[in-house]
């Protein structure tokens, strides 16, 4: 350390150093504000207060700038809402009774937020979560609330609990571990410690050393934890060691005390005075950390900001030394400490002054879904099953084959949808054929329905989507929806052996128009040029292609009635479709007829016509304003109840 740093920091250390916490941090009724959007700390507080049977949830409010309203969460099997509100001052003022604010804020606005809740008249206790907060901006908020008697816990802390009442965010962890160390049941055991992480190692000792020699019983032990609060890591923590031993000093419930200290700093010495004075006259059993700091050549920096030893004095052996010189018992290494605090047990319980007492069970606190189904123990059906593409894996793949394959073996449009449709790799004149559709119903003019909806909606001023999905909405039976109707009725009558004359017959006895036959322009004088090439693809690439065929027979008849009752785009696409699923000859009949029956290949017609639709819409943006005129013209008024003529 630099002459200056050490100068700085011996200015520091002479004006205040901490608060002296002098009230009951917290009990059974105590509730907090927490601030920023925790939501699992949240939760594991809420499970620790049910598992105890609390009233009331621990979390009053959240303070989370970006999203005031309510967090769902849960109370036991039910939901609950916690109020989310903009400031710290908003949450205090609605909340009065929440005297904890638990800061979740990163270092970098940790002081600001802080100061802010010290400034609450109904906030006493601040627990800071951050690491890294300048050391000056510490001491500034350790300042502040002494000066109001508040108390500040951290900064670099996991908080701490009041066993079977309230607890601080993640403080022990999950609450199978907090079932496991009796933490939801008051006990007699006061605990401190720098470090939050140890913390919980010690719940587990101390709870381990309560259990009764020789006894079988699972439900009879010694009180176990009262309070355990770890004051972090730094060179100046809000609240030290000794500050929280001399509060619990004076709790009659507490019996003895547990310290973990550690190399660097002289707040062990502190608690020798204490001891030393009387001030604590509870046993304290306490162990500093980091006595391996000697194997090392030189200064060694462990990984709290305060771990460093400057000079002799802040090694771990000399305040152990130390420790044990002023009447704490004193461990002869770490590994002791269980054996250590079980002595203390069994030394109080033999002066009476402490009873063994009936552990209850802790309220079983139910288990998350996600929890459950991680560990086995429960098994769910999915509502939603998808068999055509997998986004689990580092890469996404259609149909089982990898994007980066799909894009490398040029699948293209074709053979994407067949992936995705179809669940195959299609040969290259079936995906090329599918190519071709959506080439050729990619638009057909301003004229038609869809497009016509589109202009529409767009000169509306409706966005893209709502103009294109207008446009979508008509596609239907008579207007590119005919597909699966025809491919239907064209394979129902060819796999029945009709005849293009009984095919005719029969469906004008059925009342049903034929779809794919017929076009509102287009005619034998006035030939669609996409149903030329549907027809001579199929023609070449789909070997019989019986389906189309029969098609053109019928549009044989059909067109000696009415020139325009030619074989349309539809017809043409729905049954050359079939000719293809046949002639790819990895599809068998029955999965060719259920293809049909499904009703899915106007799909084509949709995804093609998309592609003109977002045309249209872009088209009108670029035209002005004043060419929408609404057709006013173009429309034969009935209201006039002369009628015409
Ligand atoms: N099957 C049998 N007879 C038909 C068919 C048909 N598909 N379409 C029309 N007719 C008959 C009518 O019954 C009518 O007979 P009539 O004079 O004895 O009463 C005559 O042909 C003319 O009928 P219109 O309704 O005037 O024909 P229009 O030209 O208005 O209709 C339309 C064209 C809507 C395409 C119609 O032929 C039809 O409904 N076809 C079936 C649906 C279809 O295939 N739609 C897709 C079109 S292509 C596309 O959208 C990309
Ligand atoms: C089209 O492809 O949009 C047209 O064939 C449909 C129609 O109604 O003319």
Redesign the pocket.
């Known amino acids: 350390m630099s002459a200056l740093e050490k100068e700085v920091l011996e200015e520091l250390k002479s004006s205040e150093t901490s608060v002296k916490p002098d009230y009951e941090l917290f009990d059974e009724n105590t509730q907090a504000i927490v601030f920023n959007y925790q939501t699992k700390a949240i939760q594991r507080m809420l499970d620790f207060d049910y598992a105890c049977r609390r009233k009331t949830p621990s979390v009053a409010a959240i303070v989370y700038a970006s999203r005031p309203g309510y967090h769902k969460c849960f109370w036991g099997s039910e939901e609950i809402m916690i109020p989310i509100y903009r400031t710290t001052k908003e949450a205090a003022e609605k909340h009065k009774k929440a005297d904890v604010f638990i800061n979740f804020a990163s270092f970098r606005s940790s002081y600001e937020s802080s100061m802010e809740a010290l400034e609450q008249p109904t906030i006493r206790t601040v627990a800071i979560i951050a690491e890294g907060i300048p050391e000056r901006k510490a001491r500034k908020l350790v300042s502040a609330a002494a000066r109001m008697d508040k108390c500040v816990i951290g900064p670099a802390t996991v908080g701490g609990i009041k066993a079977g009442k309230f607890k601080i965010g993640n403080t022990a962890g999950s609450i199978e571990n907090i079932i496991d160390t009796r933490l939801y049941v008051p006990g007699c055991v006061g605990f401190v410690s720098k470090s939050g992480g140890m913390s919980n190692e010690l719940y587990n000792t101390i709870s381990m050393a309560c259990r009764i020699d020789g006894e079988q019983r699972d439900d009879l032990a010694y009180p176990a934890l009262n309070e355990g609060i770890a004051v972090g890591g730094d060179s100046f923590p809000g609240s030290t060691l000794c500050d929280h031993l001399l509060r619990m000093e004076k709790n009659p419930d507490i019996k003895f005390l547990v310290a973990l200290g550690e190399v660097g700093g002289d707040g062990e010495y502190k608690i020798c005075e204490a001891i030393k004075s009387g001030e604590i006259s509870k046993p304290v059993v306490m162990w500093v950390m980091g006595t391996c700091s000697t194997l090392f050549p030189g200064e060694v920096q462990f990984g709290h900001a305060g771990a460093r030893a400057d000079g002799e004095e802040e090694t771990a052996h000399a305040k152990n030394q130390a420790l044990k010189e002023a009447g704490a018992i004193v461990p002869n290494s770490f590994d002791d400490l269980g054996d250590v605090i079980k002595g203390v047990y069994k030394d109080l319980a033999a002066k009476k002054v402490i009873q063994p007492v009936e552990i209850p069970k802790a309220k079983v606190v139910p288990i998350d879904i996600s929890d459950a189904q991680k560990q086995g123990l429960i098994r769910k059906p999915t509502n939603f099953v998808s068999t055509i593409s997998d986004d689990r894996g580092e890469e996404l793949s259609y149909n089982g084959v990898p994007i980066s394959r799909v894009v490398s073996d040029g699948f293209g449009i074709g053979g994407t949808l067949g992936l995705l449709w179809f669940k195959r790799e299609l040969p290259k004149f079936a995906s090329d054929f599918l190519e071709l559709i959506l080439v050729l119903?990619a638009d057909?003019g301003p004229a038609?329905?869809g497009a016509h909806n589109t202009i529409v909606a767009a000169r509306a001023g409706k966005d893209l989507v709502s103009a294109v999905a207008s446009g979508m909405l008509t596609?239907g039976?008579?207007?590119?929806?005919?597909?699966d109707?025809?491919s239907q009725h064209f394979k129902h009558a060819v796999d029945n052996n009709m005849s293009p004359e009984e095919f005719?017959v029969d469906?004008?006895k059925k009342g049903?128009?034929?779809?794919?036959?017929?076009?509102?322009?287009?005619s034998l004088s006035n030939p669609d040029k996409r149903v030329e090439l549907l027809k001579d693809y199929a023609l070449t690439h789909f070997g019989s292609a019986k389906y189309i065929k029969f098609a053109m027979e019928v549009e044989q008849l059909?067109t000696k009635?009415?020139g325009?009752?030619i074989l349309?785009?539809?017809?043409a696409i729905g049954t050359s479709f079939i000719d293809m699923l046949q002639a790819a000859e990895s599809f068998d009949d029955e999965e060719i007829q259920k293809f049909v029956e499904l009703g899915f290949l106007n799909g084509l017609?949709l995804v093609g016509r998309c592609m003109g639709m977002v045309g249209h819409f872009m088209d009108q943006g670029n035209l002005s304003q004043s060419l929408y005129r609404h057709p006013w013209d173009d429309i034969t008024y009935m209201s006039d109840s002369s009628g015409p003529g």
């Open positions: 119903t057909h038609v329905s596609i039976p008579r207007f590119g929806g005919a597909i109707g025809a005719i469906m004008k049903i128009p034929i779809p794919g036959i017929g076009h509102r322009v287009k059909t009635k009415k325009n009752l349309n785009v539809d017809g017609f």
